[in-house]
C-alpha cells in the first residue's frame, strides 16, 4: 500500500501555511516515481484549475501546486485511505470518490474558491516509474471525517504490532517461507524515501514509521497467500490479518491529520 497522497497531504499543507518551500515539497514526492503526470479529469476541472485535461499533454507537480494555491483551500486537507469494506472518509458519490476507491489513496480538499466545490487528487501508476495524478471535482465532501487521537492510533497500532508476531507464526507463514524475515527488512529498504518538512511532530512521524513496518509484516504475509496450503487456509489467512491492514489505514489517516492540524494550523 505505497501512499504517495500521505506525502502530497503534509508537504501541500505545511507549504500553503508558509511552512515549507514548494522545492522541498517536490523533492518530497520525486521518490515516489520517475516521472510524475498531472491530469485535470474532465474539461471543467480543467478549466477551474488551469491544467490539461487526459486529452492533452500532461503537466507536472509544479504545476499541480500552483493550482492546489489558486484554489485557496478553505479547510485542512485530508487524507483518503480506502480499501474493500472501508470507504470511511470519502465524500459522497462522485468521480473522485470512485477513483480514490479504486486507487485506495487520493487527497481531499474539501473547501476551495472554485466553482467545482473542492478538489480531489488520486495518485496511480500507470506505468514502470509512472505516477499519474488526477485532479477530480468534488461537489459534495460528504460528512466529517471520522476522528481518531493519535495516541490512540498509536496505542491500537502498537498493539497490532505486538500481535504481528503471533499471526505469522500461527498461520504458519514463517514455517512455509523460512526466509521471512529477511524479506519484510527488504521490503522495507525498497519503499520511497519518506522526507517530511522541518517541524514534523514526532509522535506522527513515530506513527508513520511503525505503519510502514507493519504494511511490510502484510505483505510477507500475503505473498503467494503466505505459503497456504489450501484455498480455506488462505481466506483464512487474509481474515486474521484484516485488522492488521485497518491499523495500517487508521494510523496514517490520524498521523496525518495531526501533522496538518501542528504544521498548518487553521
Known sequence: MPCP????????????????????????LAPWAQLHEV?????ATAEATSLPTLSNRPTTLTFLLAA??????RSPARLVLTAPGDVRGVPGPG?????AIDAGEGVLFAEVNLPVGGLGIVPTAVADGVVRWTVYP??????PPEYVPISQAERDLREQVRQSASVLTSLGVARHRP???EEIAAALRARPESRWPGGMPSQPLRVLQQADEVE??????????GGALSASAAGARRE?????ETAVRVARRAAVAEAVRVLAPA
Open 138 to 143: 468534488v461537489p459534495e465532501p460528504g460528512p
Open 39 to 43: 491530469h485535470a479529469a474532465d474539461d
Open 216 to 225: 511490510a509484516i502484510l505483505s510477507a504475509a500475503l505473498l503467494d497467500d
Open 240 to 244: 486474521a490479518l484484516r485488522p492488521l
Open 68 to 73: 492546489i494555491r489558486r484554489a485557496a483551500p
Open 95 to 99: 468521480v473522485f470518490t470512485r477513483a
Open 5 to 28: 497522497s500521505a506525502t502530497l497531504t503534509v508537504w501541500a499543507s505545511a507549504w500553503l501555511a508558509g511552512a515549507a518551500a514548494p522545492d522541498d515539497a517536490l523533492d518530497a
Open 179 to 181: 526466509g521471512v524475515r
